[in-house]
């Protein structure tokens, strides 16, 4: 099956700091989405984006599917960001079941 | 992702009750999953219905019963579980199966005693 990679497994950052996060996958994929998990456990939707760039606030990500990774960046981190961050994807020919990396877990001090 | 609405937000039971875990969605979408979340791991799927229909079990043991009786919902029913199936039960919807994006519910908490 697809492997999917995170990296780093933990960031500790100062508030106002800036970070990038990886995501590398092993296959083609159909369908790739980065989440925030936070303390309480609620997996919130940051971004769908199987290729290129978007960007939503002080949070923006690009994919390079042809060389199969994905980046989050992070700005001016708050400790609001503080929480979990998982990258997922749906591998071409699944039906649909995402798999899941193992996260970064983001600590973000005022 | 509110749209997901799951019932109940936590879960206390015995090892010999039975119980359901609900989940609706109002967005119109024809896939709803069921993942499971171990403490600091990543969530796991258990079952993909498509069109009603289920077409993913990921091997999961048979006291876990899934059903799908609109588009709408989704429940699972629980019975004679054990401790190691205290976790984070999570479901999620989308509009296919074919890639499209997967929004997630707040899950339940189960705790097995």
């Known amino acids: 099956g697809i492997q999917v990679e995170q990296s780093p497994p933990d960031l500790i950052l100062q508030e106002g700091a800036n970070s990038t996060l990886r995501c590398n996958f092993s296959?083609?994929?159909?369908?790739l989405q980065w989440f925030h998990q936070n303390p309480w456990g609620q997996l919130i939707n940051l971004f769908y984006?199987?290729?290129g760039t978007k960007q939503n606030g002080r949070l923006s990500a690009t994919t390079v599917a042809t060389e199969r990774y994905s980046l989050l960046y992070i700005s001016s981190s708050q400790t609001t960001d503080s929480g979990v961050y998982f990258c997922?994807?749906?591998?071409?020919?699944?039906?649909?079941?995402?798999?899941f990396g193992k996260g970064t877990k983001l600590s973000v001090k005022p | 992702d509110t749209e997901v609405t799951q019932t109940p937000k936590h879960l206390v039971m015995g090892m010999t009750n039975k119980k359901s875990l609900k989940c609706e969605q109002h967005?119109?979408?024809?896939?709803m999953y069921w993942y499971k979340q171990k403490a600091k791991k990543p969530p796991e799927l258990m079952f993909v219905?498509?069109?009603?229909?289920?077409?993913i079990n990921e091997s999961v043991p048979s006291r876990f019963s899934p059903e799908c009786p609109n588009s709408s919902l989704l429940n699972l029913h629980l019975h004679a579980l054990q401790p190691e199936d205290s976790a984070l039960y999570l479901c999620?919807?989308?509009?296919?199966?074919?890639?499209?994006?997967?929004?997630f519910g707040d899950g339940t908490r189960l705790s097995i005693l």
């Open positions: 219905y498509s069109y009603e229909k289920l077409s």
């Open positions: 984006i199987p290729s």
């Open positions: 296959d083609s994929v159909n369908n």
């Open positions: 999620a919807s989308s509009q296919g199966v074919a890639g499209q994006p997967q929004h």
């Open positions: 997922a994807v749906v591998y071409g020919g699944s039906q649909g079941n995402l798999i």
């Open positions: 967005m119109g979408h024809r896939a």
